[in-house]
């Protein structure tokens, strides 16, 4: 079973090709441009070089959020193209999900945080315990309520984007409790959107295009703007 599997949900843009167990490509890039200009070109250069064409791949699998709103409706929206275009199912993969992944087999309970601004995050828990679990469903809280029930485990990994924005914070507050894994596990990998999205696929897990929705936890920033101004219309109209 051959999966592509790309992760837009923050600044890191990233594609993967999996075939069962085998890693066959993966490209990251975390660069000034947005995700709609480099995505579909990440797409065909990975598929171009593994000498492989769209048709050839079984299940698409994007991770679908929590994140960027504009990068998870580009990634959300690509991956639909492609299975729409294709006639191929998709998976849907938590972003935070992912992140977790990226420590495998770790001793230590797993916190993937993404930065939601305004010291704010998404976040999560998951362990290694029989298989990969998660424990602490998805939210949107403040770094300090995060840390708060981190503040229950003996030891916490920390991965994500949060950690450059908030690492310094998170040692004030939690000293050697706090772990730090490498640089390349901190960030999106879309190798282990793949690598999930494949055990997704063995369990049933897939979905038509059609299904596949971004998951935002909370609304936009525009949504957010537009509640606002017409609460403030409908209150100046009383």
Partial sequence: MR???????????????????????????????????KIMTMIEQILSELELNVQDIDIFAAAIGPGSFTGLRIGVATVKALAHATGKPVVSVGTLEALAYNVPYAEHIIVPIMDARRDNVFTASYIWDEGFKEIGEPEAISIDECLESCGEFLDTIFVGDGVKVHREYIKEKLGDKAIFPPANALNSR??????????????GETQSYLEMKPYYIRKSQAERELEERENKEKGESK
């Fill in 190 to 203: 879309a190798s282990s959107v793949a690598a999930l999205a494949l055990d997704k696929a063995k369990r």
């Fill in 3 to 37: 999966v592509l599997a790309i992760d837009t949900s923050s600044n890191v843009a990233t594609v993967a090709v999996m075939e069962d167990e085998l890693l066959l490509g993966e490209y990251i890039l975390n660069h000034k441009k947005t995700h709609s200009q």
